[in-house]
């Protein structure tokens, strides 16, 4: 297991970044919660593909590497990232620093930031949750709503979609994105 015979290479607060098989590996909270490994972004690529142009939000930091992918799609502008936890943050600078004019980081709630919000996207990306059940949908049927009045014509919005999800859940996660018609889904 990687919080056994991984090393950490990053700690703040209740998020530390272990190296394990040459993968870092995000774990939040008590309980060794992975929120992440390094080498989803086989997984992200493939869902975001090449959807970001312009203006880009993204809701949720994690390791910085669906960021770092968006920010190298030819047609992106900018890219504001939201992560609501500075302890993420924080280990996200240490093990994988996006040092990139075009990027943003803000610590803040992402629903709160697109309620508040002025400017408007052309690619809205939430990647804040560590799995996809009921509360999870819920949270991104509302989102996806709130999300659509930023949107800006023609955009795009996707959402990281865990292939493990339960066939349930995976159905109820299409449909919230289904029912929109400018969004397009991982």
Known sequence: MYFEEGEVIAESGNVKVYLYNDLMHLEIGPGHNLWMIEDEIKELSKQIGNSPTGNCLEIGLGLGVASKYILSRPDVIHLTTIEINPDVISVQKVVNKI???HHTIICADG????LQVDETYDFIFFDHYALIDEDTLDMLDVYNLVANDILNQNGIIKAWFDPYTVEEDAEA???????MKRNEIG
């Open 173 to 179: 996660f299409f449909d919230i994105f289904r029912n």
């Open 111 to 114: 629903l709160d930031f697109m």
């Open 99 to 101: 040092d990139n004019v």
